[in-house]
């Protein structure tokens, strides 16, 4: 059985798992991401603790260490050329770790190894053109399409969480103002939430509770635990981030007619607090709505490690080349 060690990096986390060719996990190590202002150097250091730890615990030979980086992954599959929410400008991610790991490291944009793994072990199995969504602390995407993983020209396509739906809107940090992700994602979530909490609206009475008193203190997850208890403002919360969700990818649709648009990362967990509304407002806004066939809208089945999978699963054997 050889394995393969993944690591999904995201704005809060760096997530390792050793991995089977079947895409079964059969070890995991965790570490939370060191704050953004760090220097690369410090979110390096994290992710070879994860790998060392992990080589540690193999008990069978290990092929490659795949590198899913939640940024802008150049063509070469080695430099993350720009991340929102960590550190790295052009960053030689590759090089740098190679320099001190012993197997060899490949690197990729975690949304595109969170589509790899659902279309080869999860959701997504048997549907030749996919669009994945992952609402985590950003929006990430990717696109499968004929069965490859289309990375673009330039290494960036599937960049969907920094399209512009409201033009001056919210200011995003990739520096732009109105990207989709300040809609639609955890951070969106948690925002509205917080800003009628600091407000001492009556409306946000249980959330505030459920924070301990401290607005800083709350987090998706309560949100959406808070919602499946029955609290109207949750929901409502939860309802809106759907109706953006729907209205992004109903753009997405009319960009490239995906037969499935798959939807992970962390705020998925809210399930059909999410989906409906989501569904909903994508047919309302699919272009030429009625007059052709709708795509699937799931929830990605392999959870929060659909990206350590994906890049385990492409370092192992380099498939998922662009078409």
């Given amino acids: 059985m050889s394995l393969a060690i993944g690591i999904d990096i995201g704005g809060t986390k760096v997530a390792g798992g050793l991995v089977t060719a079947e895409g079964v996990v059969v070890g995991r190590a965790r570490r939370d991401t060191p704050h953004r202002s760090k220097s690369p150097a410090v979110v390096e250091d994290t992710i070879v603790e994860v790998v060392d730890e992990l080589l540690a615990a193999a008990d069978d030979e290990v092929v490659g260490v795949g590198i899913g980086a939640a940024g802008f992954v150049a063509a070469d599959r080695a430099t993350v050329v720009f991340a929102p929410h960590l550190s790295w400008r052009d960053e030689p991610l590759q090089a740098n770790l190679q320099r001190r790991v012993p197997v060899p490291i490949s690197v990729d944009n975690d949304a595109n190894a969170a589509v790899w793994a659902e279309w080869r072990f999860g959701a997504a199995r ?84 459920r924070a301990g008193g401290d607005p800083m203190a709350l987090t998706g997850p309560m949100i959406t635990e808070a919602a499946r208890d029955g609290d109207p403002t949750a929901t409502e919360l939860l309802t809106e981030i759907g109706h953006w969700l729907g209205v992004g990818i109903a753009n997405l649709a009319a960009a490239f007619d995906p037969g499935m648009f798959v939807i992970g990362g962390g705020v998925s967990a809210a399930g059909d607090l999410l989906l409906e509304p989501a569904t909903t407002m994508f047919r309302r806004s699919l272009t030429g709505r009625g007059y052709r066939p709708l795509a699937q809208i799931v929830l990605a089945q392999l959870g929060n490690e659909a990206g350590l999978i994906g890049a385990a699963d492409l370092a192992r054997d380099g498939a998922g080349t662009a078409a």
């Fill in 126 to 209: 048997g549907e030749s053109n996919v669009v994945m969504v992952n609402l985590g602390t950003g929006i990430g995407g990717a696109l499968l399409l004929d069965g490859h993983v289309l990375r673009g020209q330039f290494g960036i396509a599937g960049e969907f969480g920094h399209m512009q739906v409201v033009p001056g809107g919210q200011r995003c940090e990739c520096g732009n103002k109105g990207c989709w992700e300040q809609y639609a994602s955890g951070n969106a979530l948690v925002r509205e939430a917080r800003s009628l909490m600091t407000a001492n609206s009556p409306m946000a009475t249980d959330l505030l509770d």
